[in-house]
């Protein structure tokens, strides 16, 4: 299946600091998607990107796509307690139906 | 729809046991996947369907676990037998159509194995 490297591992930030989390792919992806797990819960969908360059935002997130459809970012601006769990990259690569996922990036929030 | 359903929430079985873990997923959904996810190892696919058909199991730790879909409707995960370092969550997830479309998750299963 797809490899994909997703850093960092964890992240501690004061409330209201920013935070990123990137996703790297040494193959070129068709799409990748982008999920939250909050602490004991389970894995829930954000967003997918599909086009080379594509930027979408979702109130504080910004998801990138890389031009080479081979790396990805998550940026949360001004982070709330809220935000708190583990951010999760999930790819497949080109005619490929497995979903595979990053390590994840756990983000915690200081108040 | 009530979203992806496993049973049980939570199972704690001794070493050796049969431990069979269920799944109902999205109805209209074609796509099932397995997932296990520990601290060490992450979130790893076991096993996905396709019209209940299973695609890829490459996934699958060993010959002690095995995966069923009798029905659109229905799915279990099998481990026979059980060993403490199967510890894990257990998720089940289903998603509609082709790989480009989100994967909705169930609630997971605990799996404790004493």
């Known amino acids: ?111 | 729809d009530a979203g992806v359903i496993q049973s049980p929430r939570h199972e704690v079985t001794e070493m050796g046991q049969e431990v069979t873990l269920r799944c109902k997923p999205i109805s209209g959904h074609d796509y099932l996947f397995w997932y296990r996810q520990t601290m060490m190892r992450g979130l790893e696919l076991l096993i996905y369907f396709n019209n209940n058909v299973p695609i890829d199991d490459s996934g699958m730790p060993e010959d002690r676990f095995s995966a069923k879909m009798p029905n659109a409707s229905f799915s279990t995960l099998k481990i026979q037998p059980s060993e403490p370092r199967d510890s894990a969550v257990y998720f089940c997830a289903s998603s509609f159509l082709e790989m480009n479309t989100e994967a909705f998750f169930g609630q997971g299963t605990r799996l404790t194995v004493v």
């Open chain 1, 1 to 111: 299946g797809q490899q994909v490297m997703q850093i960092p591992q964890y992240q501690h930030v004061q409330e209201g600091e920013d935070f990123t989390t990137y996703c790297n792919s040494s193959t070129t992806l068709s799409n990748i998607q982008w999920y939250k797990q909050r602490p004991g819960g389970h894995p829930v969908f954000l967003i997918q990107l599909v086009k080379s360059g594509e930027v979408k935002k979702q109130k504080r997130l910004t998801f990138q796509f890389g031009e080479a459809k081979k790396n990805s970012s998550l940026h949360i601006t001004a982070t709330q307690t809220t935000d708190v769990g583990t951010y999760f990259c999930a790819v497949s690569g080109a005619g490929s139906y497995q979903l595979t996922f990053g390590k994840g990036t756990k983000l915690s929030v200081i108040p």
